[in-house]
């Protein structure tokens, strides 16, 4: 019998273990033949990420948010270099800042921080473009004090929100700071766009277990499942794969809840039926060519050119009929000139 957090998920984990087989054999075919040896295990620098999409029915919130997934098992081959940002201390050099948050770091046994930077270096030697995009590109992950998160944006641009790098937070007046930051680092993270339907976050890898990539994909989806804008009524699929696999779906919802489907009346139609419709088509079809034909004087042989529909509206184009010449040229002075461009068009349909 399923448990309530499988009940709550809407998942089955037996097709998600299916699935993770599945992909694990294709990718090994794909790396044989890739390669052209037989190879029995894949090597640990040739594994592939694990990745799950998710698209949803209706894009909401007011801005893009990253979620944090704790994954029962590291999915990281190796150690992430993660900076921190800090905030300033009063009156003290950068260089004091630094280190005072070294040493903090070095008293609770905090490991993973590879460098340390107040907020002010980042605003006086990181202003320029190039030098903010080399700074995104070389660390994996980016965490903050909680007190910089509301001012840290307008400093860092739009290279680490363009590679999903994200600051996230960390309460450095933590007891037990090693493992907030250890959390912080060991996290895989999802970052929800209000801009579009579909999102994505890599979760395992090729060269661990089934039953690791299983309960780190039904961590995933939990956690998704219960963060994401509208919930689990408001996800249309969950896909996953690998980096050189197809996508393989493990969970569909084509119909959404707020649907009412007590009003939509089935039409049955029978072969016949289609075949009636088809032939007066056709047959309508034929005798509007006829009648362009004889109107135009062609003959049968040249060749018969339509013009586009006229649909009366084009870019928001109406047109100016019923005025006089004084009101049109008033009425044309206050058009940008897309708009007139837009009428100038509208006239050669009419005509």
């Not at 984990?13 to 294709?26: V, Y």
């Not at 900076?83 to 609770?108: A, C, G, M, N, Y």
């Not at 996508?247 to 039409?267: A, C, E, F, G, Q």
């Amino acid at each position: 019998m399923a448990t309530e957090e499988q009940k709550a998920t809407r998942i089955d984990s037996s097709k998600i273990h299916q699935t993770i087989e599945a992909l694990l054999a294709f990718t090994k075919q794909a790396k044989k033949q890739k390669s052209g040896e037989a190879k029995e295990i894949l090597l640990a620098d040739e594994n592939d990420q694990f990745e799950i999409q998710v698209s949803v029915w209706i894009v909401g919130g007011t801005r893009t948010k990253t979620v944090p997934i704790q994954l029962p098992h590291n999915m990281y081959q190796k150690d992430r270099d993660a900076l921190l940002f800090v905030k300033d201390i009063e009156k003290k050099r950068p260089e004091f800042t630094e280190q005072h948050f070294k040493d903090l770091l070095s008293d609770k046994d905090v490991e993973g921080v590879s460098k340390v930077m107040p907020i002010r270096v980042l605003k006086r030697e990181y202003r320029p473009f190039e030098a903010r995009r080399n700074l995104a590109r070389s660390y994996d992950l980016f965490l903050t004090d909680v007190k910089l998160l509301g001012c840290l944006s307008d400093h860092l641009g739009k290279e680490f929100y363009k590679r999903n790098k994200y600051p996230v937070a960390v309460d450095l007046d933590k007891k037990d700071l090693n493992k907030e930051i250890s959390r912080a680092i060991s996290a895989a993270y999802i970052s929800l766009s209000n801009k579009g339907s579909c999102s994505s976050v890599h979760i395992a890898h090729t060269g661990m277990s089934t039953q690791d990539i299983g309960e780190n994909v039904e961590k995933a989806i939990n956690t998704i499942g219960e963060k994401i804008h509208g919930g689990w009524d408001n996800i249309k699929t969950i896909h996953l794969r690998t980096n050189s696999s197809v996508s393989l779906p493990v969970y569909t919802n084509l119909i959404r809840p707020d649907w009412d489907l007590s009003k939509t009346t089935p039409h049955d139609l029978k072969n016949e039926d289609l075949d009636n419709l088809q032939l007066q088509l056709k047959l309508e079809a034929t005798e509007k060519v006829k009648s362009l034909r004889k109107k135009r004087g062609l003959h049968p042989s040249e060749p018969l050119k339509l013009k586009k529909p006229k649909t009366g509206i084009l870019f928001n184009a109406k047109p100016l009929t019923g005025l006089t010449r004084k009101e049109k040229k008033a009425v044309t002075k206050t058009m940008t000139p897309r708009q007139k461009r837009a009428q100038s068009k509208l006239r050669e349909e009419i005509v």
